[in-house]
């Protein structure tokens, strides 16, 4: 008995602390988790809007030739 009455309040101090750092840990693994999705996304998005305007620009070029001739 003298040993958990001795440990209970040690514990008792530390587990407030490690469940907010456990928070904190979960909080900032989604935060950066969802950052990273949305710099995936954004570079998804910016290469399909450069070859949506390269397509544009070459179907245009194709025009220009054709009405030279």
Known sequence: MGVWEATWPI???LLPSIGLL???WVIMKHILE???RERAAQRL???E???SL???EASDDDDDNRNDS
């Open 45 to 47: 998005w910016e290469a």
């Open 34 to 36: 969802g950052d990273r």
């Open 22 to 24: 456990y928070l904190f």
């Open 11 to 13: 514990l008792a101090a």
């Open 49 to 51: 809007q450069d070859a």
């Open 54 to 56: 390269m397509a544009n």
